[in-house]
């Protein structure tokens, strides 16, 4: 039984996945009345009752469930909670922490079907693409708990038999601030690193997603962490305000766009609180005319139309060298008029819908605004209609490839971040650099050749924290993420996280007399 305060009503709770209604999900069927805050260890209704944000289904257009902003009063509850939480947690050895991060793993791992399915219906993506995610999550905190124990100092010898030694220690309570493009996955991403080092962490999701990372949180709680140790506040940027100004955060991650990352920045620094911030990007993927044909067409698709290219390290603009630009161009407009686009939930849907109306519209936008500035339109940009009449309503666009472009288009500059592939030609690999760096992002990039000194050479000289050699899109959580420039700093996944999410105490010791000027 949970004490009812005044600032929160918490009812004994089923977890949401046990729920009826949660179970066999299937398109246009889910409305969701459940509270989707979580802190103290249990769902929380919000006291404002006024401002809702409706919620949509990207696949149907109908609403899906209201979002209810977290006040001032409820971030203090939730990062009150966390604190408290970490105060146990923090005193846990690093083996301790493993065993419950490789159960919660392991409980992910065992509903990952039902978890997919509801990140599907409140993002839009393929079923296909969504188990993925939900496997990366379980990964990344398997991943995490692995390295938990193996924090550790250095000792440090001094002369006369004195020493120093560092301990490697917790930031105290991390925020995380969601994007709506892999909210189960971007939860998990955060928090991961953050729970290992010895953290809490209060999660913001995207106002447009506020589902599945209630789930993780729950999950969370089921595996044995204490109750606060994970919270969701739900909310839009003034939640987010809330959260990067409050005293008690140590440390704010924050996946998003630009213009957004600089505010989270400019908050953050009132209170000199550590950052990492993801963000944008229009990242070059250069095709040489010795690459494998086949191999670069592939790479090309899943570098442009993965989450129906609402993707932030996407490779926008294919530079494709000019001998093999009929042949790959070719090859790229038939593969990508191919692409099944419809209900997400289908195991043979390839391309789900977009986010939302807003959304479409603006990456329609961006279409018709690139065929002013002259590009030529090979196939799709168009709204798409599935025959079934139930997705009538729902946010399609078919994937597009646009061709004709020049570097100073703004279909080549901005970010779409929707299913549009840009196509450009190019001479040598001196000029393609120059135009391929020629951008204030810097969040990731390809290549492809059969050189291998290219390859390397290439990479060395791409500026972005990612480069991909003959293949794109490939994240394993082994690997450090982020960008370069107005991409972003500070890294996700592989060991250096673990930098991110703590602090190093240096301790010496004297053995011997204090020898003073005084």
């Known amino acids: ?15 949401i996945l046990s729920l009826p209604e949660f179970r066999n999900l299937s398109t246009g069927t889910l409305e969701i009345k459940e509270a989707l805050n979580f802190w ?15 919620v949509y289904e990207p696949a149907t257009g109908r609403l899906l469930c209201n979002m209810f902003p977290c006040g001032e009063e409820e971030v203090d509850e939730a990062i009150k909670s966390a604190h408290s939480a970490f105060l146990k947690w923090s005193k846990l050895s690093g083996m301790e922490r493993a065993r419950i991060m490789l159960e919660a793993a392991r409980i992910i ?35 995490f708990a692995g390295i938990a124990p193996t924090l550790a100092g250095q000792h440090i010898q001094l002369p006369g038999g004195s020493f120093a030694y560092t301990r490697r220690e917790p ?56 109750d606060g140790l994970f919270n969701v506040v739900q909310g839009a940027a003034e939640t987010g305000t809330l959260l990067c100004h409050h005293p008690m955060v140590a440390k704010v991650s924050f996946t998003g766009s630009v213009p957004t990352g600089k505010k989270v920045m400019e908050m953050s620094a009132k209170g000199v609180k550590q950052v990492t911030l993801e963000l944008g990007g229009k990242s070059p993927l250069i095709i040489f005319k010795d690459c494998e044909l086949e191999n670069a067409v592939k790479g090309a698709l899943m570098a442009n139309f993965l989450t129906q290219g609402e993707v932030c390290c996407n490779g926008t603009r294919v530079f494709v060298q000019r001998e093999i630009m009929k042949p790959f161009v070719e090859e790229v407009v038939k593969r990508t008029k191919a692409i099944a686009v419809g209900d997400p939930l289908l195991e043979q849907t390839r391309m789900g819908a977009l986010i939302s109306k807003p959304h479409m519209e603006k990456v ?71 135009r391929a760096n020629n951008t204030t992002f810097g969040l990731a990039s ?25 293949n794109y899109n490939v994240s394993p959580v082994e690997v450090p993420f982020g960008g370069y420039k107005m991409s972003g700093f500070g890294r996700e996944n592989g060991v250096v996280t673990i930098e991110y999410y703590s602090q190093l105490k240096t301790v010496v010791v004297e053995m011997g007399d204090v020898e003073s000027l005084f």
Request: glycine share 8%; net charge negative; hydrophobic share 40%.
């Open 109 to 143: 791992r065992e509903r990952r079907n039902d978890i997919a399915r509801l990140e599907v219906i409140g993002n839009g993506k393929s079923i296909t693409e969504a188990e993925v995610d939900i496997d990366v999550a379980w990964q990344c905190i398997e991943y």
């Open 40 to 54: 103290g260890g249990a769902r929380v209704k919000s006291k404002d009752t006024k401002n809702a944000e409706p």
């Open 1 to 15: 039984i949970h004490k009812v305060s005044l600032t929160k009503f918490i009812m004994a709770q089923q977890p």
């Open 171 to 226: 930031l105290c309570v991390c925020v995380g601030i969601g994007a709506w493009n892999y909210p189960f996955q971007i939860a998990a991403w955060k928090s991961a690193p953050a729970l290992a080092c010895g953290n809490a962490m209060v999660f913001k999701p995207s106002p447009m997603t506020p589902l599945t990372a209630v789930i993780l949180a729950e999950i969370y709680k089921e595996a044995g962490v204490p």
């Open 446 to 470: 390809g290549v492809f050749t059969r050189d291998i000194a290219r390859a390397h050479r290439v990479a060395e000289n791409l500026q972005a924290g990612t480069c991909f050699i003959n």
């Open 364 to 434: 329609l936008g961006f279409i018709n605004q690139a065929q002013e500035q002259g590009a030529k339109v090979l196939c799709g940009g168009q709204p798409f209609v599935p025959s079934d009449p139930k997705l009538k309503g729902g946010y399609y666009v078919s994937p597009c490839v646009l061709d004709n472009c020049r570097d100073d288009m703004t279909c080549v500059k901005e970010e779409i971040f929707g299913p549009v592939m840009s196509i450009l030609p190019f001479d040598t690999e001196e000029e393609v650099l120059q």
